[in-house]
């Protein structure tokens, strides 16, 4: 079984920079999700890296999220840079991994930007 642990959430101005982290324990990760839900919409994929390192992200967010991971620690980074309000919201790992593989889900980490 695969436990995430998420952190880096919090309060942020308007065109300012955050960083979340989510750390997966268990065996091999496949993949590495970022999702978002913001207040009253659907969660919303932000961006992927593979165990190949190959990522992939929202056309809204190519410039201005970056991901990054430690393999040996199983843990993926996000940069977010120019931060708008409107993307205030709960941010979700999800993972693809463990024997045998399965889907699991971090607990959120809320970001808010607001001036």
């Known amino acids: 079984q695969v436990q995430l642990v998420e952190s880096g959430g919090g309060l942020v101005q308007p065109g300012g920079s955050l960083s979340l982290s989510c750390a997966a324990s268990?065996?091999?990760?496949?993949?590495m999700n970022w999702y978002r839900q913001a207040p009253g919409k659907p969660r919303d994929f932000v961006a992927q890296i593979t165990i190949g390192a190959r990522r992939t992200y929202i056309d809204s967010g190519k410039d201005r999220f970056t991901l990054s991971k430690a393999s040996a620690k199983n843990t993926v980074y996000v940069q977010m840079n120019s931060l708008k309000p409107e993307a205030t919201a709960v941010f979700y790992c999800?993972?693809?991994?463990?024997?045998?593989?399965?889907?699991?889900w971090g607990q959120g980490a809320r970001v808010s930007v607001s001036s």
């Open positions: 999800r993972v693809f991994g463990g024997a045998p593989p399965l889907t699991y």
């Open positions: 268990g065996s091999i990760i496949y993949t």
